[in-house]
């Protein structure tokens, strides 16, 4: 494994219209040097992806402007977007969003609650597997 790559800071975007969660999850990720940005719903995550092109999305499942799913489907269809990994935040059980998360563009899915350790390591193994 590539030390360089374990050490790899990035800009992430988390869209999630419950603010809490967005708190939690730039609290934690922050302390580990990532750039983050956030927004509360589909409309201003996607105007901020297009803006920031960060190197990571989490993006909320249920929110009530635009699902996460459609959120994904349009950074999808985006030329510049396509390739960024998205992650699923979802307090839902994972048989109901297992499949439609990865047929949908997402690379994983994270369920609420979480622990900081959870989130951070996903992070890194997804910042591992993209590569620069």
Same mark, same amino acid.
């Given at each position: 494994?590539?030390?360089?790559?374990?050490?790899?800071?990035?800009?992430?975007?988390? @869209?999630?219209?419950?603010? /809490?969660?967005?708190?939690? %999850? =730039?609290?934690? &990720?922050?302390? #580990?040097?990532?750039?983050?940005?956030?927004?509360?719903?589909?409309?201003?995550?996607?105007?901020?992806?297009?803006?920031?092109?960060?190197?990571?999305?989490?993006?909320? @499942?249920?929110?009530?402007? /635009?699902?996460?799913?459609? %959120? =994904?489907?349009? &950074?999808?269809? #985006?030329?510049?977007?396509?390739?960024?990994?998205?992650?699923?935040?979802?307090?839902?059980?994972?048989?109901?969003?297992?499949?439609?998360?990865?047929?949908?563009?997402?690379?994983?899915?994270?369920?609420?609650?979480?622990?900081?350790?959870?989130?951070?390591?996903?992070?890194?193994?997804?910042?591992?597997?993209?590569?620069?």
């Amino acid at each position: 494994m590539n030390r360089q790559g374990m050490e790899r800071k990035a800009s992430i975007l988390v @869209i999630d219209d419950d603010p /809490m969660i967005t708190r939690l %999850v =730039t609290t934690v &990720l922050e302390s #580990d040097g990532h750039r983050l940005l956030a927004a509360h719903n589909g409309a201003d995550g996607l105007a901020k992806a297009k803006e920031s092109r960060p190197d990571l999305i989490f993006v909320d @499942i249920s929110m009530p402007d /635009m699902t996460g799913y459609e %959120v =994904t489907r349009t &950074l999808k269809e #985006d030329d510049e977007l396509r390739n960024t990994p998205v992650i699923y935040l979802t307090g839902k059980p994972p048989a109901e969003d297992a499949g439609r998360s990865f047929s949908t563009g997402g690379l994983a899915f994270i369920r609420k609650p979480f622990s900081p350790r959870q989130l951070k390591d996903l992070v890194r193994v997804t910042l591992l597997s993209v590569g620069d």
